[in-house]
């Protein structure tokens, strides 16, 4: 099957430095209104309760970044959703959405770097799709404010109700690169989040997703794609590739050279080239994690990346 290119301007959001919100309300304020006035789309923030035992709550960070920038919106990407009890998920979603309207764009997935991570909360880490198609089916529900009764394996409720709901929908992007995860989002999600994968998987995934879309009879397929993407931007490849490597080896604790053919690096040129190609298959926003010698230049670099993405 073969797609026409997905977005004539792609969104293009950041990953801040991962110890933002640790510096203070006044380095987080600057480096977000940065961020904003060059021109950036959304920023990241991603969710583990304890990942190797470390972690920082998703929704915890949303709230916060929310709070120190007006107008930014906040992407996460990707909550963890299955390690927890949906009403409350849906509770907190409700509230985020009370203190910054249409800001929030919530991206869940199942995790599993870390099986004891979801262990330890209490799931088995074999149950952590079906526990994942129940919980995005009573968020979503419960999140129009009506009363929900929902009786499954693993949630059983009568008349729960979440008001007042958000005044706007807030949407939900399902990430993960397996079959399972692609056609959850053709069936309960705004749009798909791919990560470590080919632009001729990318395309393959958009090409599900709306086949099972269609399947289910739903009357309006996802259509927000998105790729998050590590990437390196420096002035040369071998300064990018350099801060890059070292930072990805650290976070997953495996070589740089595992990754390495899905993470491109060089100047804002070498990235957008690498991307391009996605837009193709139907991307239309990408969450980049940008290692760089400095955080001015990740910004300036993935406004770059922006600009060159939108001349394609």
């Known amino acids: 099957m073969t797609l026409g290119r997905g977005t004539a301007s792609a969104r293009v959001g950041m990953f801040p430095p991962f110890d933002l919100l640790e510096r203070g309300d006044e380095p987080a304020r600057a480096f977000l209104a940065q961020a904003a006035e060059a021109g950036i789309d959304h920023v990241c923030c991603g969710d583990h309760v304890s990942f190797a035992g470390t972690g920082f709550d998703g929704l915890v960070q949303a709230t916060a970044l929310t709070l120190l920038h007006p107008t930014l919106p906040i992407y996460s990407g990707v909550y963890l959703l299955p390690l927890r009890h949906p009403v409350l998920v849906a509770r907190q979603l409700a509230d985020i959405s009370r203190l910054a309207p ?17 262990a330890i909360c209490g799931v088995d880490p074999a149950t952590r799709g079906l526990r994942m198609n129940e919980c995005l089916t009573i968020v979503r529900q419960l999140l129009t404010g009506t009363a929900v009764t929902f009786h499954g394996k693993f949630f059983d409720l009568d008349d729960a109700v979440i008001a007042p709901p958000p005044a706007a929908a807030i949407p939900i992007i399902i990430g993960g690169r397996s079959d399972a995860a692609i ?24 090409a599900m997703a709306a086949q099972e879309a269609a399947r289910t009879g739903r009357p309006d397929p996802p259509a927000r794609h998105g790729m998050q993407v590590w990437c390196g931007l420096a002035d040369s490849k071998e300064a990018a590739r350099a801060c890059l490597a070292p ?6 604790q495996l070589p740089f050279e595992r990754f390495e053919r899905y993470c491109p690096y060089g100047t804002a040129d070498d990235v957008a080239e690498f991307l391009t190609p996605y837009l193709d298959a139907g991307c239309t926003e990408f969450n980049l994690i940008p290692q760089s010698p400095d955080h001015g230049q990740a910004v300036a670099g993935t406004t770059a990346v922006k600009r060159l993405l939108a001349r394609t």
């Open 102 to 118: 249409r800001r929030l764009i919530f991206g869940v997935g199942v995790g599993g770097e870390d099986r004891r991570e979801v």
């Open 183 to 206: 056609r959850r989002a053709g069936r309960l999600g705004d749009g798909w989040l791919g990560i470590w994968v080919s632009p001729r998987r990318f395309a393959d995934a958009v």
């Open 247 to 252: 930072a990805m080896q650290a976070f997953y």
